[in-house]
């Protein structure tokens, strides 16, 4: 039976996992040097142990299975942002992404939001209709966060209200 909880400590392996499968799956193209340095800054055990701690992650479980994992928070006084969202490759177009989606938003929303933004790679086929499909709009390219000097990662900035 799958379930949509806030994340504890005892999840943190798997949202490790997850987000690392779907980040290598969804980047597959991008240098792998790229992967392997967002792999291991945003999705260690140390960090998400931390963000998990600090009730930043929500959890999408099958049995006791993490099968996705996202999380956000507030930007600015009205407007929160949707950090991360993964689901398990092998369990993509199950809704899975939409309930963790759901569950970031209205507690974003519970926090005073009024406005959600999110950042997708440019080119990112699996996310930009899943996204635009959920409201958000596309605003503006930007570098994309981490991105060394010498790289031309882009961002695309999308947002909606909420």
């Not at 379930?3 to 798997?14: I, P």
Request: glycine share 10%.
């Amino acid at each position: 039976m799958l379930t949509v909880q806030k994340a504890e400590l005892k999840h943190v392996e798997g949202i490790c996992g997850v987000c690392t499968r779907g980040y290598w799956a969804t980047y597959a193209s991008a240098p792998k040097a790229y992967i392997q340095r967002i792999v291991d800054e945003f999705y260690n055990v140390e960090r998400v142990s931390r963000e998990v701690h600090n009730g930043e992650y929500w959890v999408a479980l099958d049995g006791e299975l993490v099968v996705g994992a996202g999380g956000g928070g507030m930007i600015s006084e009205r407007e929160g942002e949707l950090y991360v969202l993964y689901v398990e490759p092998t369990r993509k177009y199950q809704g899975i992404g939409t309930l963790l989606l759901h569950a970031v938003t209205q507690e974003l929303k519970e926090l005073g939001a009024e406005m959600q933004w999110v950042s997708v790679a440019k080119g990112n086929q699996m996310a930009i209709p899943f996204y635009e499909s959920h409201g958000f709009q596309f605003q503006q390219e930007r570098k994309a966060y981490a991105s060394l000097e010498d790289e031309d990662h882009v961002s695309l900035r999308y947002k909606r209200s909420i």
